[in-house]
């Protein structure tokens, strides 16, 4: 899998790049990762096995270090540069599929709360994936209206994300009309979804864009 050194915001920024070669219009997904100064960085399990879960799926895919992770310049920014550093990834990802018809936006803790403001600036954005949402730590309301459909999954093992704040950002969106928010909670799961229920994230991420894709549903 190619390394690939992009622009961003602060700087060059480091990611890994899996395209579908001889594909024109392959649907392209960024993956976002958890908090820069907590360990978090592009090889996370968690993101690791987001992306080859929507390379899988056909998807040509981009996840990358937020600026002061790895080899990406600049340092940490509370978020707000962080969204920048996605947004700029994007473009990145974008120039290079002009063609595509479908983009996704997949996120882990951290990089959730960060794929989720994505989505709001950016229209073209299809559907997301948003796990383990620290909704205890970071304000999503500005979800308002949340712009396109998505899988919101934890673990009800969570103790870093309570499982009760993911709820009640849950059913904040569920009051949304235009839009399906679809949430599964994973029994005994952690966080970081340790063990076997990695298995069970990537099947249920599978199940969700591979019918959302048939869908062709925002």
């Known amino acids: 899998m190619p390394e690939v050194i992009f622009p961003g915001p602060e700087g060059r920024l480091e990611g890994r790049y899996h395209p579908h070669k001889g594909v024109k219009d392959a649907p392209i997904a960024i993956i976002l990762h958890p908090h820069p100064q907590f360990g978090g960085t592009m090889n996370n399990r968690v993101v690791y096995n987001l992306h080859y879960t929507f390379h899988n799926m056909g998807f040509n895919v981009l996840r990358f270090n937020f600026r002061g992770v790895g080899r990406s310049q600049g340092e ?9 550093d996605a947004a700029s990834a994007l473009d990145y990802l974008q120039s290079m599929n002009q063609n595509t018809k479908h983009c996704w936006v997949a996120g882990f803790s951290f990089g959730a709360w960060i794929g989720m403001q994505l989505l709001m600036r950016r229209p073209e954005i299809t559907g997301f994936i948003s796990v383990s949402p620290p909704a205890n730590m970071y304000d999503f309301s500005f979800l308002a209206p949340c712009p396109s459909s998505g899988l919101i999954i934890n673990g009800l093992g969570d103790r870093v994300a309570p499982p009760p704040d993911t709820v ?12 399906t928010i679809t949430h599964q909670e994973v029994e005994g799961a952690g966080h970081f979804f340790e063990d076997n229920h990695m298995d069970t994230l990537t099947t249920s991420v599978e199940e969700y864009v591979r019918r959302r894709m048939t869908e062709n549903t925002r």
């Not at 009640?168 to 839009?179: A, D, F, M, P, T």
């Open 76 to 84: 940490y920014d509370q978020g707000i540069g962080e969204l920048s």
């Open 168 to 179: 009640s950002l849950v059913n904040k969106l569920h009051e949304q009309k235009g839009i």
